[in-house]
């Protein structure tokens, strides 16, 4: 098993940053690729970046260069940085990891909320 902790969320206005983090523990040497994905109000979770294992990252279009995903695997932790902030970018922000075994984790969620 796998757990996921995120953190970070909170207010921040149009324009401003957000740190994101998602601590993993549990069985972490079968992780593989670790994700950020975001739910708004109404609308479907939709995968915002993911980042494998090796540093391979790939981002939905409506983020790109304006959100960065990293991981640091000595510390189990992915972050998102959220520069550039918009009102769409209000939603939870679920942290999810896949095991090399199939295993798919989720964390509780962030509420991330921007101003405009």
């Known amino acids: 098993q796998v757990q996921l902790v995120e953190s970070g969320g909170g207010l921040a206005q149009a324009g401003g940053s957000l740190r994101l983090s998602c601590a993993a523990s549990?069985?972490?040497?079968?992780?593989?690729?670790m994700a950020w994905y975001r739910q708004a109000p109404g609308k479907q979770r939709e995968l915002v970046a993911h980042?494998?294992?090796?540093?391979?990252?790939r981002y939905a279009d409506s983020v790109k260069g304006r959100l960065t995903i990293s991981r640091d695997n000595a510390k189990n932790t992915v972050y998102l940085q959220m520069n550039s902030l918009k009102p769409e970018d209000t939603a939870v922000y679920y942290c999810?990891?896949?095991?090399?075994?199939?295993?798919?984790?989720w964390g509780q969620g962030t509420q991330v909320t921007i101003s405009s």
């Open positions: 980042i494998t294992r090796s540093g391979n990252t």
């Open positions: 999810n990891a896949l095991s090399v075994n199939g295993g798919n984790y």
């Open positions: 549990g069985i972490i040497f079968s992780i593989n690729t």
